[in-house]
């Protein structure tokens, strides 16, 4: 339904399927062996380094018409294929003074609906978007050669959908997102890990309740591209843009 939002827990390594590999092909073995070190400044020429992208097998005839049937497809396809953290997406919001500020976070909820991630409202990403509430997802699963970004407004999931999936984090998260005063400047590791211990002494015998300034924020979709690679740079990139209750597609130069 439209309305329940699927929950990504941690996936059980699954066989990859016939024709997906875990390994970069020939063809795409980045040229690490390429690249040269400078005499003087004994660093990698970082112009050397290539990745020459020709995996086969998908085109954009394959895409779905809704978009994210299609996200959640390659999310699917990414943990099925035992991708590295395939549920990584690097996130990117903006500060007060007007700056990018980018970091990964854990796609923990996908349907019609948008994406959704979790973090306390009082970190760096909290309150900027409580300030200004837009974002930016970008996925980059690599051994298959893809790339998502999504971008749109963003808002805050209901209690109920907050509770239950802390509800379903391991205990020493659960204590971490009460000790943690997070994106706030720390002194020393001590303080961390004494406040670790007051709250696991306050909640011992009991389940940890969800704190009141930690939960999640749904990116609610008006853009989202799909970049998926060809040789010679020559790559496919589909735009489905929201209109009015669709979406319009179209194709961009690489």
Known sequence: STRSSTTLARATPRRIPTGISSRPNDAGRRAVNSAKLSSEAMHVDLTAIRTDYARAGFSERDLDPSPMKQLEKWVDEAVVAQHPEPT??????VTAAGDPAARIVLLKGLDTRGLVFYTGYESDKGQQLAKSPRACACFFWVLLEWQARVSGSVVKV??????????SRARASQLGAWASDQSREMLQRHDLERRVAEVAARFEGTSVPRPPYWSGFR???DRIEFWHSKPGR????TVY??????????????
């Open 88 to 93: 990584a997406m690097t996130l990117a919001t």
């Open 158 to 167: 209901d209690r109920a959908e907050s509770e239950a999936y802390f509800a």
């Open 219 to 221: 990116v609610v979709p």
């Open 234 to 237: 020559l790559h496919e990139r």
């Open 241 to 254: 843009q929201r209109d009015g209750d669709g979406w319009r597609v179209t194709s961009l130069y690489p």
